[in-house]
Nanobody, 127 residues
Framework: QVQLVEYGGGSVQTGGSLRLSCVRS????????MAWFRQGPGGGREGVAY????????YYRNDVRGRFTISQDKDKNTVHLQMNSLKPEETSMYYC????????????????????WGQGTQVTVSI
């Protein structure tokens, strides 16, 4: 059974950077995909970035493209999210998700398409 553990959240000022990591255990991550989602106070869970198992397909939500970078270290079964130029409205709980199936650009932001979730790591961006 796949388990995900996120870390790396914290508090930064506007324009700051954070690097989130998600460690995957329970399998070798040889297929499927992983993604980062976030959920702010009172909001729904929204897809932030996606990467498939061979790293050839990467997608971002429009408002983070150019500032956030998703990457993976297959040897360590870890997926990272480098976040630069953070904004106060990006204050959220950030979650890692995994699926045994790859997703299309239209499907991946749908949280219902993902069956394994981490517990989340809080990111707070102050003015």
């Amino acid at each position: 059974q796949v388990q995900l553990v996120e870390y790396g959240g914290g508090s930064v000022q506007t324009g700051g950077s954070l690097r989130l990591s998600c460690v995957r255990s329970g399998d070798s991550y040889s297929r499927g995909a992983m993604a980062w989602f976030r959920q702010g106070p009172g909001g729904g869970r929204e897809g932030v970035a996606y990467i498939n198992s061979d790293g050839r397909e990467i997608y971002y939500r429009n408002d983070v493209r150019g500032r956030f970078t998703i990457s993976q270290d297959k040897d360590k079964n870890t997926v990272h999210l480098q976040m630069n130029s953070l904004k106060p409205e990006e204050t959220s709980m950030y979650y890692c998700a995994a699926s045994p199936n790859q997703k299309t650009p239209e499907m991946w932001p749908n949280q219902g398409r993902w069956n394994t979730w981490g517990q989340g790591t809080q990111v707070t961006v102050s003015i």
